[in-house]
T-cell receptor
Framework: GESVGLHLPTLSVQEGDNSIINCAYS??????FIWYKQESGKGPQFIID?????DKRQGQRVTVLLNKTVKHLSLQIAATQPGDSAVYFC????????????FGKGTLLTVNP | DSGVTQTPKHLITATGQRVTLRCSPR?????VYWYQQSLDQGLQFLIQ???????AKGNILERFSAQQFPDLHSELNLSSLELGDSALYFC???????????????FGQGTRLTVV
């Protein structure tokens, strides 16, 4: 069956360092991926997306890498700030008439000042 | 602010009761998605509506139902509530029919349901 993501791990970094959050997916039919950030008490917030015809996409301070060979996705956050502290989810969609986003369990990022 | 509005923010009710959660999508968005977030299951897709019609169903229990009204707001009805239904319920909206066709889905702040 479909499954995305890992058991909820925790990543702790120092302010100013780069962060890398990883995600594994198992549905090889998935061709669209999104990273969401969820702060305590708030809904998931879109960060960046990537389609399967790309292997890298950059946003503001964030980069998503997609390795379809090993079904792995990563989110890199440059110069991590305390405001980046949150749970980060990867989500997948297999396109076409599939309207469902399948979410991983998330990674808790803690940024130490 | 995502532009998606959910009410109420918090809801406490007893087992066996019925509640209605409300969602107003972003202006111009035609699709509404409902998700349940619990500690042990993570974010689970429940159901999607597009322009008033049901488009996709996920892990939604038979005790749960939803609808989307002509003004595009949506309601999620949860009945015969059980302790295990305690969770955060999120609504998301997007412009088009699907996640990819319609672009990114934006989430509301959620309704925290506590069943006691």
């Amino acid at each position: 069956g479909e499954s995305v993501g890992l058991h909820l791990p925790t990543l702790s970094v120092q302010e100013g360092d780069n962060s890398i959050i990883n995600c594994a997916y198992s549905n090889s039919a998935s061709d669209y991926f999104i990273w969401y950030k969820q702060e305590s008490g708030k809904g998931p917030q879109f960060i960046i997306d990537i389609r399967s015809n790309m292997d890298k996409r950059q946003g503001q301070r964030v980069t998503v890498l997609l390795n379809k060979t090993v079904k792995h996705l990563s989110l890199q956050i440059a110069a991590t700030q305390p405001g980046d502290s949150a749970v980060y989810f990867c989500a997948e969609n297999s396109g076409g008439s599939n309207y469902k986003l399948t979410f991983g369990k998330g990674t808790l990022l803690t940024v130490n000042p | 602010d995502s532009g998606v509005t959910q009410t109420p923010k918090h809801l406490i009710t007893a087992t066996g009761q019925r509640v209605t959660l409300r969602c107003s999508p972003r202006s111009g968005d035609l699709s509404v998605y409902w998700y349940q977030q619990s500690l042990d299951q993570g974010l689970q897709f429940l159901i999607q509506y597009y322009n008033g019609e049901e488009r996709a169903k996920g892990n939604i229990l038979e005790r749960f139902s939803a609808q989307q009204f002509p003004d595009l707001h949506s309601e999620l009805n949860l009945s015969s509530l059980e302790l295990g239904d305690s969770a955060l319920y999120f609504c998301a909206s997007s412009h088009g029919q699907g996640i990819q066709l319609g672009g990114k889905a934006f989430f509301g702040q959620g309704t925290r349901l506590t069943v006691v």
